[in-house]
């Protein structure tokens, strides 16, 4: 074994990670816990006291009971959320630009059934009259062609952006009047909570949302995902279904750990507004200089910024790394040929050093 | 956070737990370097070159190049296996007792779409004369009843015994015969190594082995499965199927930095021989006593033994745990009334203590 | 287009086809009234006045309000049947040689997503001690192994047996205890309603059945299979799980006329009577010989003989076709060397003169 | 048994019925050789000499040895050849308006396990610039977004027209630049046919289609489907692909006699080239009248006309059937509030008299 060689510095010594939140480690309270509970014996597959102590502390945090079921990874919380909805001939309305319909290599329609409808809106968000006129074409008795079943929306967005409170609760009340459910993917919940200032109860629930995907990896875990039901009619099968994707882990409660040090002392909102902070900062160094532009407002922890293909080119030469972001199509006029879209995320580890790194390398 | 209340010792302050190798937890040299590489930022879903790395371990292990995939659970290294090498209509042989067809809610069914046939045989391993009878029964044309597609054997099995290598060689043999794949389930495949005393090549492809589970979960890791490629044919689509059955973890270098320590100095194989040496205590223990008789022999690190039941009650009333496990048909005349089969199972985490601790309450 | 060369005659020129009763064509009067459909236009995908006619017929004939769905073959009937009473890590009993898990290639676990679970008894019928026991393995919380959700009967059997009317009730009320919904495989329905001389009702949900795959094609139709459900509440999301399995016929019109000339004037009843006369005489005549012996006692329209092996060859050599059928376990000592089990099944279309020329070739 | 009370004929004696080509019924010499084969028996399984020799006539008709699998619906021929090239991850193009996408439930999503991508072009042809850009967006190493793994073009389309050879060319080029499979949809296979005046093999693997669905159903058979291999690695699993998905008919013989009476004589060609002419009758008729026009050209069995709202509720009390059709985007300015854009279908069994009966009810 040797010491592994990860990426963590660049060659000038500074490190400027800024391609995705899951670049990042786990944070040192989330691995003290996790040696914690390596010692001992203790029953697997989620039956024990401590496991069933971790799940219930979501039942206080949403202000109401909730049946809570642990999973390895986003992908996972996503899908299997939507296989507990699911109904055959189903369709699941997200937005274009959602995880679930571009990055998950068709999970969600492999573990659920249903087929994914994109749904336009700009920066992220589902567009609501865009919604409304999508599930009007999937009524319940659309043999043919398949009937409405479940909305999902992703909070943070992809693009950085949130859902305000009334924008989740129109949602709600579009999937009430449809009769459908109402799935939040939380990869980012925390980073979302941070930004609206305002309780897990109110941004979920409260507005509608049925069924969760609450995602603790991005922000300071290294693999633990829950899927919280506010309706505990949705819950009947997912021990099976679970069980049957695979996704029951035996040694559970180190899941559970990771959990148990996330939500202690506020542990999640901190890490969440620290990252969302680092964000900030670096879109205000952006700002303030003439080169780079903004390409959206965001409020998490994600910056989206057009800036010259050369300076892009010499940032990453000295060691910065981010990714290019497609041009959305409304946008293709605002982006010369010499100018590239960057996405630039933050996360719980991102110093401000490395932020000014950045800025510097981007000049 | 409170301090996490794991089952870790009994009232009298002894820890007897025998129930199964997932209740213990994770080995201290794992922890420490999931500590070592939590820190810093490192590409995503096992694209690293520390990820690169530890897979390349795999081909000096096993003296050959081999394509390997890190999955969460024993259950998805056992489906997406199959996954791998299914064919529509396809049945799997495996063993009346085995994990795929007896402990995993139909996820070999769900992602292979194939069906588990199962074949008897003593202790756990699958009599060959009956397997090739079964396979007869599924020929290649065999439209309406399905064919042949897989063969798995688990090694360690379920009772706790082995294969040989000639056994393995043997079914080698009938796989290629009926042109069908060999998967080995290795959830303890470290067991069976040590008990065996031969190398990792020599009980997998050089006895026709074409697909291995390589599990590390149960022997002192807490999440870290490995799919192992011996025909990289079957490789081929192995990173949509993993994908797709969102096993793709993000920050998987976590669970490379399992396998990193897990193979580094032979610790796989010290953790193995350690428990495998704790059965063997126990086992000469019980057979010394009178009341106490072995199920049948085992050699890896699981003994099954028929005790008068108020004994086994007694016993639990001290605070040892254990699983009753059924009664094989072939043995119901060799079990009284008054007796009960129970299974031990010992971990790298058992210690002599114990073994003598829980020898006492049984007597 | 040349004149069909049909298997119609044995070079003696005389017809002997007792393999199945899918090798006979149709009913004239199904023919007939096929035809008679055929010109004009109509409403298509089954939503014709004419369609919903012939599936209010079934409400009649099994007093009782069901919801019908026609399908295409029997393995569509069955699977979707499965398919509506689906759980999550679902088991479904069966017979050890039911038709779902031995003939059509994995069909009912592709569609239901459940495992089919094998229960031994004599003659092609579920023992009933052993169903109790195979279900108690199988309960509602039993995460890892799976749990019941449905038993299937074959009505009758691949046997050629019926379950009696207390059979049903017995395994009907073991469905009611286990919560669990119970499916009837009816592809020879008629043939067990006419040996037990009973009523539709009193065959099926008056003795606990839930779902029925009411099959019309082995006795006189070419395609027409039915789902029909006593039980409502099954039958909410069929329309979306025919269509999604493809089994929505845009011409289903064609399917309804079928059973339509097939429900009139107890057509399907006189048919399924014939079929089991023939069977009867069949039987008679090789009970009357001195080398045959009958297998089991069968009351339908098939006859399982022991026969010489060189006898069986001769009456094929003279034209005779059947198939042979495996020696079940228990009867292993009971069939010689140079005997062999054959399956002799008569249908609708088997006349007294091939009956004759049968046993004459076979003596 | 009732005379079956079909739509045939409209309140005024004149049948006007354009809803759709499957609202007809069977052609009589369709209907004459069902009742031909229809006595005797005959192998079950699409396995007697009759069944292989219609088989055969496919690969004359294609000049090409082809490997046929009948099935019994479009959406069966449709999911199981996208069954049959499916790739883990994969996707699969067509056209926004595409049956596949628009018309099966999600059909083709559960059998073949792929995703659909809907590729936009006027007309239902796909723009050959779009598809090229929506197959980037999938190359062979996507893990996350999914790799293209198939093409499916329909001919006719969906709005009457055709891919010309040429268009055919380019696409089968992409999809061997690709790496990809190509699929054709053939539903309305022989209208396309006669309108292009060309011959199957020019217009299916001499431009590259590597699979098609041949459709019969809709031209005069009432249930006549067939895939066709011209690259005979895609057929390997197809028996087992065909059985499991509940397709394989016991009384095969009769789908094959409705393709042996189908294709005798060109009674295919002939069909296909009447139900086209009553369609260009109907064209030129709408042309003549003032208040109608064209929605855009069609050269099939398929007019596309925008009418005042009030004639087309005119003609519907006089007994006329016909569906509104979406006005798609790109025309939403050139129809008004009170027009609506309507679809009228013609087939085999469509007179001149009906049409003119069609015409003067619309004016």
């Not at 964000?279 to 800036?307: C, K, M, P, Q």
């Not at 199509?329 to 605002?334: E, F, G, H, L």
Request: aromatic residues 10%.
């Amino acid at each position: 074994m040797a010491v592994p060689q990860l990426s963590q510095q660049s060659a000038s010594g500074k490190s400027m990670f800024f391609t995705s939140d899951n670049w990042a480690g786990a944070h040192p309270r989330i691995c003290e816990h996790l040696d914690r509970v390596a010692a001992g014996f203790s029953p697997a597959y989620g039956t024990s006291d401590f496991d069933n102590d971790v799940a219930r502390r979501f039942s206080e945090i949403f202000e109401k009971e909730v049946a809570v079921f642990f999973v390895g990874t986003g992908t996972a919380a996503n899908s299997l959320s939507l296989a507990s909805i699911q109904r055959p001939g189903g369709a699941v309305f997200c937005h274009t630009e959602a995880h679930v319909v571009e990055d998950e290599c068709g999970a969600p329609e492999f573990f659920s059934g249903m087929k994914m409808v994109p749904v336009h809106g700009p920066s992220g968000r589902m567009d609501i009259a865009e919604l409304r006129t999508a599930m009007a074409a999937f009524p319940q008795d659309a043999v043919h062609h398949g009937r409405a079943a479940a909305i999902t929306v992703t909070q943070a967005t992809e693009m950085g952006t949130v859902y305000s409170l009334d924008e989740i609760e129109a949602i709600g009340q579009i999937a009430r009047d449809g009769g459908v459910a109402l799935h939040m993917d939380g990869a980012r919940f925390a980073n979302a909570l941070a930004a609206l200032d305002t309780t897990p109860a109110e941004m979920t629930w409260r507005r509608g949302v049925d069924v969760l995907s609450f995602g603790a990896t991005k922000n300071g875990c290294w693999c633990a995902e829950a899927i919280v039901f506010f309706n505990p009619v949705f819950a009947t099968d997912m021990p099976f279904i679970r069980k049957r994707a695979a996704q029951l882990f035996s040694k559970s409660r180190f899941i559970a750990a990771q959990f148990d040090a996330y939500l202690a002392d506020d542990l999640w909102l901190k890490l969440a507004g620290h990252a969302n902070r680092m964000a900030d900062r670096l879109r205000r160094g952006l700002a303030a200089t003439s080169s780079a532009r903004l390409a959206w407002e965001t409020v998490t922890n994600e910056v989206f910024a057009i800036v010259p293909r050369v300076q892009a080119e010499a940032a990453i030469a000295k060691g910065a790394r981010f990714y290019d972001w497609p041009v959305p199509a409304a946008m293709k006029d605002q982006v010369s040929n010499t100018e590239t879209l960057i996405r630039l995320v933050t996360s719980f580890a991102t110093t401000e050093e490395q932020v000014e790194a950045l800025l510097s390398a981007l000049k």
